[in-house]
């Protein structure tokens, strides 16, 4: 909510809150959490929460029941819990776009009643829903063939941004519970190799094209769904009649997708309160469900509903969402922390944290407050990370004795899938690796302990770990689709929180307009050597070098 008067009074940072959380910081600082552990053998029975599935353990975090309660009076003070509930009414949070900001509504239950301008939105996201079932049916049986006939047994998304990773993950996420033989792929980059290592082996005649865009005016989605057109027709020696067997389009502009070409029929349509980082358990997830069936995908939306419901209802104490977001302004604007890092111990979550990259760092990138004033304190954290092991072997060690703080979280799974077979053998060295590394962070070893096993002194410095770098443990039965889902809500909402205490607009996306400008104004520069008026020193000559190079 606003919380920024004309005259700049009630400022985040000149909240009373804020500052009783900058003096508790000064007071608590150089508590190590080998201290805070033994003072309170009850700690991490007590900074545990259960949520649906998800075991999320909060103790190697360098807070204190006081840091806790303080950090939940910011988000009191700060309207967190108003702004929360305007969301899930279908209020218009989204100011700089003037949109309502209804996520949850894709997830609601077909009972569910969700008022905006006065008509019940949720009708409408089941009625989508439904066709989606029917197309990922009839696709799946084969019931739905190409042009000549065929069988689809390829499916390329083209899609970028919210329309691309969300379902590339979830894809990945799920692999074990796809069917196999259809082969899904997923081409983003506007560099022509994505499309041509994705159709290269592909049989066009068996191939269906799935055109995500919730604008249907991104410029590397339509030129590489032009390309796939020329492609597919130019394979198939067809007209452009066989477009209607061969692409659907999941966007929110119906009129771009028929001028393109593609059948009204075919679009599987979403709304302007769904944000493209917010969009993939709409129609954008189509080719998800087609890879893993419509029942699967529904349970996957049950675990979305499950965490939302939490998030609504849960006593603060216990709100997990609110929780992180909170824990990750402790971090960030109290102990300068600048990244945070997300570390799946699970080979199927590889794209989980590049998913996580859109959903936080196009949320709360921001400098301005909700007034348009510049604010004075840090916004989002740059996030980053990938499965844990391969992390382990590559950039551990600064997160062990490196100089900067960065907070992690560890997701990992008690169970293996059981298509796994034999290898399931191989979970329990992967999850010993998961449980010791939060455990050295958190401790680490002394200069005594390193002593005491013999190192040559000159060698103690080298060989002491620190510790005290907090983390989060998520800790899950298994990945299953609902899981997937609960973890997804899980940041969404935490993303929220954070937006909410730092009071700004989550869910615009102004900064990467300029860049999408200047790439249109230079493109001429490139292909023909015009003029572009503006256009600095340095990039004027890269330009000539490249026009140079590539013998123009
Ligand atoms: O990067 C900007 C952005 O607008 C994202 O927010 C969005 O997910 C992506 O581009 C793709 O947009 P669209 O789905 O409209 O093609």
């Known amino acids: 909510m606003s919380v920024t008067n004309a005259q700049g009074q009630n400022r985040l940072d000149q909240r009373p809150e804020w500052h009783a959380l900058g003096k508790h910081r000064d007071e608590s600082a150089g508590a190590h959490l080998r201290e805070l552990f033994d003072a309170d053998p009850g700690r991490a029975d007590r900074y545990t929460l259960r949520v649906g599935d998800l075991h999320l353990d909060y103790s190697k975090h360098l807070v204190t029941d006081e840091t806790l309660r303080l950090l939940r009076e910011l988000a009191v003070a700060t309207g967190v819990f108003e702004l929360r509930d305007a969301m899930f009414r279908g209020e218009r949070i989204n100011i700089t776009e003037d949109r309502a900001v209804l996520h949850t509504a894709l997830r609601a239950p077909q009972s569910a009643t969700i008022q905006l301008d006065g008509y019940n939105v949720v009708p409408a996201v089941h009625a989508v829903l439904t066709k989606m079932g029917v197309f990922a049916d009839r696709v799946r049986s084969g019931e739905w063939t190409g042009h000549t006939g065929k069988r689809i047994r390829n499916v390329v998304n083209i899609g970028i941004g919210g329309s691309d990773l969300g379902p590339a993950m979830a894809y990945e996420a799920l692999r074990a519970y796809t069917d196999r033989g259809l082969t899904v792929r997923f081409v983003s980059n506007v560099d022509g190799a994505d499309l041509h290592e994705a159709v290269r082996d592909l049989d066009a005649a068996e191939t269906l094209f799935i055109i995500a865009s919730k604008t249907f005016t991104t410029i590397e989605t339509i030129t590489n769904a032009t390309s796939a057109r020329q492609w597919l027709l130019g394979q198939l020696g067809a007209g452009d009649d066989a477009v209607a067997k061969h692409f659907v389009a999941l966007s929110t502009n119906g009129e771009k997708v028929a001028d393109f070409g593609i059948d009204p029929t075919n679009m599987f349509e979403f709304w302007d309160w769904v944000g493209g980082r917010y969009s993939f358990d709409s129609a954008i997830g189509l080719s998800l469900m087609l890879a893993i069936g419509p029942d699967a995908f529904r349970d996957m939306l049950a675990g979305f509903h499950l965490v939302d419901e939490h998030f609504r209802t849960a006593p603060p104490e216990q709100n997990a969402p609110l929780l992180l977001g909170l824990l990750g302004v402790w971090y960030g604007d109290f102990h300068d922390a600048q990244s945070h890092a997300v570390l799946p111990y699970s080979h199927y979550l590889s794209r989980f944290t590049a998913y996580l990259q859109q959903l936080d760092m196009e949320s709360n990138g921001k400098s301005v407050d909700r007034e348009g004033n510049p604010v004075s304190w840090q916004t989002g954290p740059v996030v980053w990370g990938t499965p844990g092991t391969n992390g382990q072997h590559a950039y551990y060690q600064l997160l062990h004795q490196g100089t900067k703080l960065i907070p992690a979280d560890f997701i990992g799974f008690a169970r293996p899938l059981p298509e796994l077979g034999p290898l399931a053998g191989q979970h329990d060295l992967l999850m010993a690796n998961f449980f010791a590394q939060t455990q050295a962070l958190a401790f680490g070893k002394t200069p005594e302990e390193v002593r005491a096993e013999g190192v040559p002194e000159e060698l103690v410095p080298h060989k002491t770990?620190?510790?005290?770098?907090?983390?989060?443990?998520?800790?899950?039965?298994?990945?299953?689709?609902?899981?997937?889902?609960?973890?997804?809500?899980l940041y969404e909402h935490k993303v929220f929180v954070q937006g909410a205490i730092w009071n700004i607009d989550s869910f615009d996306q102004w900064g990467v307009e300029l860049g999408k400008v200047l790439a249109k104004r230079v493109e001429p520069?490139?292909?023909?050597?015009?003029?572009?008026?503006?256009?600095?020193?340095?990039?004027?000559?890269?330009?000539?070098?490249?026009?140079?190079?590539?013998g123009r």
């Open 465 to 489: 770990f620190r510790g005290n770098h907090p983390t989060t443990t998520i800790l899950a039965t298994e990945l299953t689709p609902s899981v997937l889902g609960q973890l997804i809500a």
């Open 525 to 550: 520069a490139l292909t023909e050597g015009a003029e572009v008026p503006g256009l600095d020193p340095s990039t004027r000559a890269l330009v000539s070098t490249y026009r140079a190079l590539r």
